[in-house]
């Protein structure tokens, strides 16, 4: 398994789940996100059991469609620019219109509103609507697909959060025991709490929430939304229809330092690698983009098209843990002091290793301290011990966290004992190696204690 401290996760689809790429691709990954918007519940499960096959330890994140509209059943065609083009209800067409199966489509355009489509790169201008039906001048040449995102420039959708189709897709993210599930077009924290909600009455309350920060609702709510999640995705796939691509550094900058402010993880998402989808070696430019939300002190990094359906997936992966590595070491945050404890407790044991050197090894029960440590980047190496899978798959996704399984001891002390044995026993920690021990938890345990050893 090839580790650095910024997380690798790739999206599985028809590139990269035949089991012969599979097994080499997850060799370079810390996850593997299965995105609901395409397939069903047989190809999502054959997905999670082969990657499961090869490492059990690994993330699996669920991404669920979610309130977006997408074209129905349709056979491509191809527009021009100031073609005329006729959207209608329907789930599908054979060719004489642009068949869209959700009916607050047509609720919520009006005259000279922008739809956006094929990631951005057509645009087509509302010109007429009466009832279930539009007709739109196209703005730029184009192919328009069937199951693509139709975005309508500025404006989020006013359906609920979740539908039917997702709600079978939770059900399938609890039963096969998935650790994170994207919540798509999120556009408030009471789109969070709802979908939680959802997870406490399917008895899937372990697993937690990414909020997907991908359209002008969520940018406006930005701070709550980031605050009521577990984990917040820059999803530049969608920002990039929603707003003008050059307000997209913007945009990704703030989210990261709200997220860092509110002590959530962050991932950025999508186009990372683009021109892999096609090309075995990324461009230049791809390679800054990557260096640059790694410097910004992003946790993880999400491939979605490159790696689902791209010509390199394994080149992919491989590309982007090599430019992690090389940058992960600059990455510069403001560590700022917070209120409770935990964290300033935290913020103490990271100075204090790196002031002597020390490698920090935690045991940990809930990984509430590991999230703690880990939010301040710490220079050391970062071990953690778990007893639990579901906690170690949670935390493998935190920026520096190397979480290990050493059984189900109840006794911190043991723990912390047995965390360093296997970590000795590995060859992580060898002779002569500083290491500060801890098991960091102080709302629950009343004594605390840190220990450092040369070993
Ligand atoms: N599991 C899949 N099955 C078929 N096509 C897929 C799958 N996953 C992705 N794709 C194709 O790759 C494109 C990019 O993948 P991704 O960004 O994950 O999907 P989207 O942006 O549509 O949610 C998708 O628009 C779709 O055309
Ligand atoms: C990851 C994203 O979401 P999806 O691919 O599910 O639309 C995105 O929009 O960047
Ligand atoms: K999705
Ligand atoms: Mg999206």
Redesign the pocket.
């Known amino acids: 398994m090839i580790v650095s401290r910024v997380k690798i996760v790739a999206?599985?689809?028809?590139a990269s789940e035949k089991t012969d790429v599979l097994r080499e691709l997850i060799k370079y990954v810390d996850g593997v996100?299965i995105?609901f918007?395409?397939?069903n519940t047989e190809?999502w499960r054959t997905r999670v059991m082969n990657v499961r096959e090869f490492r059990n330890d690994i993330t699996v994140l669920g991404?669920l469609r979610g309130p977006g509209i997408r074209t129905g059943g349709m056979k491509p065609i191809t527009i021009s620019t100031g073609d005329s083009v006729e959207f209608r209800l329907d789930d599908k067409s054979d060719g004489g219109f642009v068949p869209v199966p959700n009916s607050s489509f047509f609720r919520v355009i009006t005259i000279d509103d922008i739809i956006v489509m094929n990631?951005g790169r057509l645009r087509l201008r509302v010109e007429k609507v009466s009832g279930n039906r539009a007709v739109l001048t196209a703005l730029t040449s184009g192919t328009i697909?069937q199951?693509?995102?139709i975005v309508i420039k500025g404006k989020d959708y006013p359906i609920p959060i979740l539908d039917d189709y997702d709600r079978e897709a939770l059900k399938f993210a609890v039963s096969i025991g998935m650790d994170y599930v994207g919540v798509s077009h999120v556009r408030s924290s009471d789109d969070i709490e709802e979908v939680r909600a959802e997870l406490r009455r399917i008895g899937g309350d372990w697993v937690r929430l990414v909020a997907k920060i991908e359209g002008p609702d969520a940018v406006r709510n930005m701070k709550d939304v980031v605050c009521a999640s577990d984990y917040v995705m820059v999803a530049r796939?969608d920002l990039g229809m929603h707003f003008d691509l050059e307000e997209i550094p913007r945009i990704q900058s703030s989210i990261i330092k709200e997220s860092q402010k509110c002590g959530k993880p962050v991932m950025v998402a999508?186009q990372l690698l683009e021109s892999m989808i096609e090309q075995p070696v990324p461009t230049r430019a791809e390679v800054v983009d990557i260096t640059n939300a790694v410097m910004e002190g992003v946790d993880s990094l999400l491939l979605?098209?490159e790696t689902?359906?791209g010509k390199y997936p394994i080149e992919a992966v491989q590309w982007l843990r090599r430019v992690a590595g090389e940058y992960e070491g600059e990455v510069r945050i403001d560590r700022e002091v917070m209120a409770n404890l935990t964290d300033r407790l935290a913020l103490g044991i990271v100075q204090l290793a790196e002031d002597i050197g020390a490698k920090i090894v935690i045991y940990s029960r809930g990984g509430r301290f590991v999230e703690a440590i880990s939010r301040y980047r710490p220079k050391v190496p970062t071990y953690v011990g778990v007893s639990d899978e579901r906690i170690l798959r949670r935390l493998r996704l935190y920026w520096g966290v190397e979480p290990i399984i050493i059984g189900d001891i109840k006794d911190y002390d043991e723990g912390e004992r047995e965390t360093l044995n296997q970590l000795i026993r590995s060859g992580s920690i060898a002779k002569g190696d500083l290491v500060l021990l801890t098991h960091g938890v102080i709302d629950t345990y009343n004594d605390y204690s840190i220990r450092i050893l040369r070993i």
């Open positions: 999206t599985i689809g028809p996100r995105n918007s395409h397939g190809e991404d990631d697909m199951e693509k995102a796939g999508t979605t098209g689902a359906v």
